[in-house]
Antibody
């Protein structure tokens, strides 16, 4: 079965760090374009970051310099290292696969993991 | 950066047709994707490439895209279609590679 399972969310103080994980099954992370998308409480979807199959990475301006996307091919897992966290980073974080054959539509989503940044 | 504009809400009676728009500068030149999100759940892709449906999505869901407006059309609306709907494009012309619209809440009366 093709699926994504996120973990690592929780309550963290402003300025702190957190690493999210996204374990994939049924397909190979390194052969696909993998992204993180977040959704603040009661708000819309916001693209956060992508790692292309070739290894290139890109970030939304709101997280550039603070977040780092990576992958572990041996574990077939995607990560998001989040540093210098702010209250406005509070959101549900989803990992998603961008289907490059479908003009990069997100065809597979994880269930999401909640990150709360608060003192 | 590229901006997508959706109406905050759309209401429709059961059995009728709902149309949700997504505006963007020359959006007709881009491929538009649509997602359905129900409360407490992850988004689900319902339309890709303007008008294609992934496996398992009912034929009642269709899409079109021309000029400055893309449209998601839901025919014979059912109570279970009540959800938030988001349009999205992939914009390689900027660092904001994936852009979402603000979302539209579909209410089934």
């Amino acid at each position: 079965e093709v699926q994504l399972v996120e973990s690592g969310g929780g309550l963290i103080q402003p300025g702190g760090s957190l690493r999210l994980s996204c374990a994939a099954s049924g397909f190979t992370v390194s052969s696909n374009y993998m992204s993180w998308v977040r959704q603040a409480p009661g708000k819309g979807l916001e693209w956060v970051s992508v790692i292309y199959s070739g290894g290139s990475t890109y970030y939304a301006d709101s997280v550039k310099g603070r977040f780092t996307i990576s992958r572990d091919n041996s574990k077939n897992t995607l990560y998001l290292q989040m540093n210098s966290l702010r209250a406005e980073d509070t959101a549900v974080y989803y990992c998603a696969r961008a289907n490059y054959g479908w003009e990069n539509a997100f065809d597979i989503w994880g269930q999401g993991t909640m990150v709360t940044v608060s003192s | 950066s590229y901006v997508l504009t959706q109406p905050p809400s759309v209401s429709v009676a059961p059995g009728k047709t709902a149309r949700i728009t997504c505006g963007g500068n020359n959006i007709g030149s881009k491929s538009v994707h649509w997602y359905q999100q129900k409360p407490g759940q992850a988004p689900v892709l319902v339309i890709y490439y303007d008008s294609d449906r992934p496996s398992g999505i009912p034929e009642r869901f269709s899409g079109s895209n021309s000029g400055n407006t893309a449209t998601l059309t839901i025919s014979r609306v059912e109570a279970g279609d009540e959800a938030d709907y988001y349009c999205q494009v992939w914009d390689s012309s900027s660092d904001h590679h994936w852009v979402f619209g603000g979302g539209t809440k579909l209410t089934v009366l």
